[in-house]
């Protein structure tokens, strides 16, 4: 069983930074990071394999950073240079398929947090 639990959202004014924490029972091997604003289409932002390697949207690339930490069975989403067109639901998702650099398509999902930029 995974059950992810994303926290740490909430509103900040454009160039500032937030760090959302997404809690892991049963840690996948590959895990991403998604949003999806009122209106729009959910969008993929990144993901982060056993390994730790990540890849990333190339509308944060540079700005937003994934990580973990397996002692604390937590996944993070470190966003810097916030952006208003960043204001979205974020989600944590996990999967245990193969290829996790180019999966888009994970079997499990958080309940997301609101991300507010000004």
């Known amino acids: 069983h995974v059950q992810l639990v994303e926290s740490g959202g909430g509103s900040v004014q454009a160039g500032g930074s937030l760090r959302l924490s997404c809690a892991v029972s049963?840690?996948?091997?590959?895990m991403g990071w998604f949003r999806q604003a009122p209106g729009k289409e959910r969008e993929w932002v990144g993901n982060?394999?056993?390994?730790?390697?990540?890849n990333y949207a190339d509308s944060v690339k540079g700005r937003f950073t994934i990580s973990k930490d397996n002692a604390k069975n937590t996944l993070y989403l470190q966003m810097d240079s916030l952006k208003p067109e960043d204001t979205a639901m974020y989600s944590c998702?996990?999967?245990?398929?193969?290829?996790?650099?180019?999966?888009?398509?994970?079997?499990?999902w958080g309940q997301g947090t609101q991300v507010t930029v000004s």
């Open positions: 049963g840690f996948a091997v590959c």
């Open positions: 998702a996990a999967d245990l398929s193969p290829g996790c650099m180019g999966r888009r398509d994970f079997r499990y």
């Open positions: 982060i394999n056993g390994i730790g390697s990540t």
